[in-house]
Each structure stands twice: as structure tokens, then as C-alpha cells.
Nanobody
Framework: QVQLVESGGGLVQPGGSLKLSCAAS????????LGWYRQAPGKQRELVAV???????NYADSVKGRFIIYRDNAKNTIDLQMNSLKPEDTAVYYC?????????WGKGTLVTVSS
């Protein structure tokens, strides 16, 4: 069992930066694929970024070059550094951990990009 708790959301102006953090509890953290997803009002949840157990990463085209995902297996954390934020980045951001058929989700943190 893995529990995920996100933090770091808030209101930011367009062009600004924000860092989201996700703290995980549970064992075998280093074996999990970890990711950040987001869901904007009226839209489906979508993948933002994922980092595999080996460290390789993948990003949605809409955030490439602006967002960076990090993992710290010693601290059981997953961070998402978001730069050059746009109004269309406004969403609830969810942390995800996956190992085979096991999926775990955090409760989400709201990011609002607005002037």
C-alpha cells in the first residue's frame, strides 16, 4: 500500500513558476513508476509527466521544455518543477505511483494560473 500527499499548489501569474511536491509512504518506493497528472474543469485527467524506476522521463507535448519531474528515492518524494506557466495549465494536479497493476493516487492540489 502506498499513500501519496501532494503539496505546493496555489495561484500564480502567467509566466511564473511553481513547484509541486508529493510525499509517499510505503515500501519499495524505488520500484514504482511515478507521475503527475492533471485534470482541468470539464476535461479528462491527462498525463503531465512520468519518471520510471530507472530514471527515464516522459512529458506531455504541452509541457515539454517547461516542466521537470524529479524523484528522490531516499526521501520518497516526487517533485514537479513548473516554469513559464500558462492559463491553460490551470488544473488539479495529482501524484501517481504505479507498479504493475497497482495504481495509487493522491487527492490532488489545485494550480491556478491567472493574472
Amino acid at each position: 500500500q502506498v499513500q501519496l500527499v501532494e503539496s505546493g499548489g496555489g495561484l500564480v501569474q502567467p509566466g511564473g513558476s511553481l513547484k509541486l511536491s508529493c510525499a509517499a509512504s510505503g515500501s519499495s518506493f524505488s520500484r514504482y513508476s511515478l507521475g503527475w497528472y492533471r485534470q482541468a474543469p470539464g476535461k479528462q485527467r491527462e498525463l503531465v509527466a512520468v519518471i520510471l524506476s530507472g530514471g527515464s522521463t516522459n512529458y506531455a507535448d504541452s509541457v515539454k521544455g517547461r516542466f521537470i519531474i524529479y524523484r528522490d528515492n531516499a526521501k520518497n518524494t516526487i517533485d514537479l518543477q513548473m516554469n513559464s506557466l500558462k492559463p491553460e495549465d490551470t488544473a488539479v494536479y495529482y501524484c501517481n505511483a504505479r507498479l504493475g497493476v497497482l495504481y495509487y493516487w493522491g487527492k490532488g492540489t489545485l494550480v491556478t494560473v491567472s493574472s
